[in-house]
């Protein structure tokens, strides 16, 4: 499929924008940078949090902590690495019991309850066997993506 360029200057800090490559959602987060914060403190509770595993290897220049180029904005499939489902966007706990006390954001898997952190990468014992892929990707300019 072709490369799909996408201009990201209009996200604002904290949403995410999706577009469509290769038949596949792709999402492009604008983290803040108290959700860029948080991440660190995650990595204990995370199955894989420097994106070692290899069921979806995630490219070298997204092997980091934030799994991403630029540490504010993250690429990534949004398809749970279990059985294919959509991971819905979990940015506060709420009344969701499923989520851990300490929840910081992330995607929860409404499938069989697998989480992910904002930088995509799975909580331990989920059945999600993986981090969420993080499509090839490079930036045209500060502010263009070339998904693909
Ligand atoms: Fe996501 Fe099973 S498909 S947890």
């Given at each position: 499929g072709a490369a799909v360029q996408v201009d990201i200057s209009a996200i604002p800090p904290g949403q995410k924008l999706m577009v469509e490559w290769r038949g596949k959602p792709v999402w492009i987060m604008k983290r803040t940078a108290d959700q860029l914060a948080a991440l660190e403190k995650l990595d204990p509770e995370l199955a894989d949090p420097e994106s070692?595993?290899?069921?979806?290897?995630?490219?070298?220049?997204?092997?980091?902590?934030?799994?991403?180029?630029?540490?504010?904005?993250?690429?990534?499939?949004?398809?749970?690495?279990?059985?294919?489902?959509?991971?819905?966007?979990?940015?506060?706990?709420?009344?969701?019991?499923?989520?851990?006390?300490?929840?910081?954001?992330?995607?929860?898997?409404?499938?069989h309850g697998s989480t992910f952190d904002l930088a995509g990468r799975v909580f331990k014992n989920k059945p999600a066997p993986d981090n969420l892929e993080v499509p090839p990707h490079m930036y045209l300019s500060d502010t263009v993506l070339l998904i693909g």
């Open positions: 070692k595993r290899n069921a979806y290897p995630t490219p070298e220049y997204a092997k980091n902590r934030h799994r991403s180029i630029k540490p504010e904005v993250f690429v990534g499939i949004g398809i749970c690495t279990h059985l294919g489902c959509s991971p819905s966007d979990k940015f506060q706990t709420g009344a969701q019991t499923s989520l851990p006390d300490n929840w910081q954001g992330g995607y929860l898997c409404p499938c």
